[in-house]
């Protein structure tokens, strides 16, 4: 299969949202979202439950259609090259979604097969994956013996697994205790190093402050986009969590 | 092919693992050989009758004693009054009553004719109907016997009519029940068990997850297929082996045949079984759509009665029933010995099943919410 | 009290709210009334048979004519030489050859005897049964009528089908209905939505709720046994209006019979929901332990006394088959409860037990 690459901008960019619409009947979910987002950078994306995040996020990665819009994600359009996105991206979804009835290693090899890896490639990358996120010891547990903060982790170290140039995270550590989320954005910042570029969502405001850029959602309109300390001086503001609470007034 | 098998061997790993899963493979065919062929039965043994004999004579003792010696009646209790034997079918000791007149002896001495009644419960018109049968057999026997006796005819020898039953000589029903119950098996099973995995993998949210991978619609859809395949082939011999067993079910054709038949079969099955579960949210839904089709499906497949019994809109009807050729083929196969070349129809038909079903699920399967 | 209101209220709502399955609960006793009647039936006419009449004379002519002309058998294929048959009956396209001997007239107006040979695929073995049975009552009618003209036949059968007497199956299926449908709605899918609660982590957050678990648990049963009661009035009206299936006897007695099996099946729906904890378990049960049996152990498709002592016995154990034969009897017979009382109190006995059990094992949950 043939994809033309499409013109971008900056050559930077890997993702390129123009006039995001999405419509569920009357409700609009994503109402008018622009935005880019560069190579190797975290980008947020914050706002209350159901201010649109998980919709967005979802026709990003190939799992939803948008109504209308020009969006482009590593190159490709989200109309009809969703497969050629898929295989650039990796994504966590809001709720654990692996098996629960395998061990981490047969659910990162099962990963590593669908992603076309080879048995050598995916065996490497799970050691070095499992090694890096402190998983090693848990290697053959089923994953219905470990705490959640852990899942997690596992859940992005399948997401890294074929080293994809974007990263999509929903909500990663919603429920997670305070210390493993710590640790969690730490693994976060060694991949955007590596190059990776990080898409999250999150309702915990506190983490807006760990990223490059964030962008604020309300009632599925984008309300402020810009680095959280250009936010904190614009609004005159402590933290991220003023900010919101001055925007969403 | 490569990410198929990888499909394949997770699903291995995750039935290997359920308990439950194990449990019903194994379990299911034993259950349906022992108690599906003995209960699915509309063999007519030990039919109770009710005699009331106000004759009591020579000739009404020797009817009662033909009803007796038939494998298919047990006698109760007799009576002398009508009313006790409607008593008696009304509290079901009986099925049939049989009413011999006064009378009746005499009758047949001077060769006039003389009427018998039978009360027979109908509430199973089915039953009452192969009832009424087999008595009308006894008694037409009894009566030719006496007929030749006392007639002009004496000494001639009639037309002997000698029926021979090929491929089951001794009328035994569980030969003819338990193929047709081996296609409920691997139906059940094949259909179930995929429906019931996809749709696991939707509410559990582990699709989503498959669903942002570069995965083609075709290789999920083989991939889910395949581990259940070789289930439903697997409790297929697993079923015939018992049914060898436990009734001594013949195996007159090839193997080949019955098991290239099967495998296309079990292919058409489980697209059908896997297309529900694409339309369907939650595992009670699939259930549900399953419970009804496969409910019509089996009545109409002619397990029990034959199908060109059925009205020509049910027949018709049986052209999209895919059990119905299987159940056809089975027997066919199994009970005469039947190849390829006697199959063809049946072995297009369900060709072009297995075809769309998948073509179907494929389709219908979304990568998208 | 408004509380509990509100919660039968938001279940009413998910039961609804699911189009396909209510379309299906009222499917499935529809397809099964049109079906059963014209599908399980031993009614034989024009059944496909080979006649091989190797003589070809005046007198085979006319069995042969007169064997058609009876509307059991219809002949499809000629017949020339002896090795089509087997062909013929493995392809499946005749179920019964019927073979005429050489000289068959001569023989028989001379000899006064003659041979017919009828083979049968016994594959089908109900089938091959009747068709020879008759094949061979119209030979010897014919015989009589040929070799004895104006004889009378002996001993003329006088029928009378009690209860039904067209036969009409629905007399049989109705009840039968009932009992499948009040099972399904009352026993499966109450098991199996409790069962989904636990699966999907729901149930803990009920349980932290301000209701009491009794109220829970009748918070969930309430609207499939609205739904039960329901659909028992339908498929009896429809059977009356439609089918015609009498309702000979006490209505009081039937809505008590009705309401005591649903309760039963909602005791058994709860028992299972307390031993599964997912949906896949609680359905198997359910499938093999209550709707199997309910079909194939309780005497409404097939008769009983025809299986296996073994499952005979354990027919026994099944409440279905005493929900069924007390029902038939009050609607098909219209007799009191002088006849039914046995079945009543065996089944409210297995009431009182399964709510017993249940309740103990849902308090065990509670505690653990």
């Known amino acids: 299969m043939k994809y033309t690459q499409r013109s971008t901008r900056h050559h930077d960019v890997v993702i390129d949202v123009q006039h995001m619409y999405k419509r569920f009947g009357s409700f609009v979910a994503n109402d008018d979202l622009s935005f880019t987002v560069r190579k190797g950078e975290i980008f947020g994306f914050l706002g209350a439950n159901g201010a649109g995040k998980t919709t967005a996020i979802k026709i990003l990665s190939g799992l939803s259609k948008p109504t209308s819009g020009e969006i482009s994600v590593a190159g490709y359009n989200v109309y009809n090259q969703t497969e050629a996105i898929k295989r650039n991206i990796g994504y966590m979804s809001q709720k654990f979604s692996l098996y629960d009835d395998l061990t981490l290693a047969e659910n990162i090899r099962f990963y590593g097969g669908v992603y076309g890896l080879s048995r050598k490639v995916t065996r490497e990358r799970m050691d070095e994956l499992l090694e890096q996120f402190g998983l090693m010891d848990f290697k053959k547990s089923l994953i219905t013996s470990l705490p959640l903060g852990w899942l997690q982790k596992l859940a992005f170290s399948v997401a890294l697994l074929h080293k994809p140039s974007i990263v999509f995270l929903d909500e990663p550590t919603s429920g997670v205790d305070p210390i493993t989320r710590r640790q969690f954005w730490e693994l976060i910042y060694q991949a955007a190093e590596g190059g990776t570029t990080i898409f999250i969502t999150t309702h915990y405001m506190d983490e807006a402050e760990y990223c490059d850029r964030v962008s604020i959602m309300d009632q599925g309109k984008i309300v402020a986009l810009d680095k959280p300390q250009k936010l904190k001086q614009e609004y005159q503001a402590g933290t991220i969590y003023d900010v919101f609470l001055k925007i969403a007034r | 092919m490569k990410t198929i098998l990888y499909i394949v061997q997770k699903e291995f790993l995750q039935i290997a693992r359920d308990k439950f899963l194990r449990a019903a493979i194994i379990m299911v065919p034993i259950v349906q050989m022992l108690v599906l062929v003995y209960a699915a039965t509309f063999e007519m043994k030990n039919i109770k009758i009710h005699f009331v004999d106000q004759d009591h004579s020579q000739a009404s003792g020797e009817l009662i004693h033909k009803f007796s010696a038939s494998p298919f009646f047990v006698a109760v209790d007799p009576s002398e009054d009508v009313w006790t034997g409607e008593e008696n079918l009304k509290e079901d000791r009986a099925d049939v009553v049989c009413v011999i007149p006064s009378g009746f002896s005499e009758a047949i001495g001077t060769g006039n004719s003389t009427g018998i009644q039978l009360l027979i419960n109908a509430i199973n018109g089915t039953k009452a109907e192969l009832s009424y049968v087999y008595c009308q057999a006894v008694i037409g026997d009894f009566s030719n016997r006496i007929l030749a006796e006392k007639s002009m005819m004496a000494g001639m020898g009639g037309i002997e009519t000698r029926p021979r039953h090929w491929y089951n000589p001794e009328l035994n029903y569980k030969i003819f029940m338990a193929p047709g119950i081996l296609v409920i098996l691997v139906t059940i099973i094949g259909w179930m068990l995929t429906g019931m995995n996809l749709v696991k993998e939707k509410e559990r949210g582990t699709l989503e997850q498959l669903n942002v991978t570069p995965i083609h619609k075709y290789q999920f859809i083989a991939g889910k297929l395949i581990p259940f395949l070789l289930i439903g082939l697997f409790d297929l011999t697993f079923g015939l082996g018992l049914a060898r067993l436990l009734f001594n079910v013949p195996v007159e054709g090839s193997l080949v045949v019955l098991f290239t038949f099967a495998t296309i079969y079990l292919v058409a099955i489980l697209g059908i079984g896997l297309f529900i579960s694409t339309i369907s949210n939650t595992q009670q839904q699939v259930m549900f759509v399953s419970f009804f089709f496969v409910m019509i499906f089996v009545l109409m497949s002619g397990l029990f009665t034959p199908v060109d019994n059925m009205p020509e809109w049910g027949q018709k009807i049986n052209i999209i029933n895919p059990m119905a050729y299987f159940i056809r083929v089975i027997r066919m196969v199994l009970l005469k010995g039947s190849g390829f070349a006697d199959i063809q129809r049946e072995l297009i038909a369900i060709s072009i099943f297995a075809v769309s079903t998948n073509a179907l699920a494929i389709w219908r399967y979304r990568k998208t919410v | ?368």
């Open chain 3, 1 to 368: 009290m408004n509380r509990f209101i509100a919660f039968v209220r938001k279940e009413f709502k998910h039961l609804l709210r699911d189009y396909r399955t209510v379309l299906i609960i009222f499917g499935i006793p529809i397809a099964q009334l049109l079906l059963f009647g014209h599908v399980i039936t031993t009614e034989i006419k024009d059944a496909e048979v080979g006649i091989l009449d190797l003589s070809r004379d005046e007198v085979s002519t006319k069995l042969t004519q007169k064997l058609l002309g009876s509307g059991y058998f219809k002949v499809s294929e000629d017949i020339h030489n002896v090795n089509q048959i087997e062909n013929l009956f493995r392809k499946g396209k005749i179920r019964e050859l019927i073979v005429l001997e050489e000289n068959f007239g001569n023989k028989l107006r001379r000899e006064g005897k003659a041979q017919i040979q009828i083979i049968t695929d016994a594959s089908d073995p109900n089938t091959a049964g009747i068709l020879s049975n008759y094949t061979q009552s119209i030979v010897a009618r014919f015989f009589s009528e040929e070799m004895a003209p104006g004889l009378k036949p002996l001993i003329q059968v006088d029928q009378r089908m009690f209860y039904n007497e067209e036969l009409r199956s629905a007399n049989m299926f109705v009840p039968g209905t009932i009992a499948l449908i009040l099972m399904l709605i009352s026993a499966l899918m109450t098991s199996i939505s409790i069962a989904r609660e636990k699966e999907l982590g729901t149930m803990e957050i009920l349980l932290v709720s301000p209701l009491r678990p009794l109220q829970i648990i009748m918070g969930k049963v309430v609207p499939y046994l609205v739904l039960s009661v329901i659909m028992a009035v339908v498929i009896i009206g429809v059977g009356f209006f439609i089918f015609h299936v009498p309702i000979r006897g006490s209505l009081i007695l039937l809505f008590g019979l009705l309401t005591l099996f649903i309760l039963l099946a909602l005791a058994l729906g709860i028992l299972i929901s307390t031993v599964a904890k997912t949906q896949q378990v609680a359905m198997l049960i359910s499938l093999v332990g209550l709707m199997l049996p309910t079909m194939l152990l309780s005497g409404f498709i097939f008769p009983i006394e025809n299986m296996p002592k073994a499952l005979q016995y354990l027919s026994i154990a099944m409440p279905p088959r005493w929900f069924l034969a007390a029902l038939k009897d009050i609607m098909l017979k219209g007799v009191g409860l002088a006849y039914v009382w046995d079945e009543i109190l065996i089944l409210t006995g297995m009431l009182i037990g399964f709510t017993l059990i249940s309740v103990r094992k849902f308090q065990i949950r509670l505690e653990s």
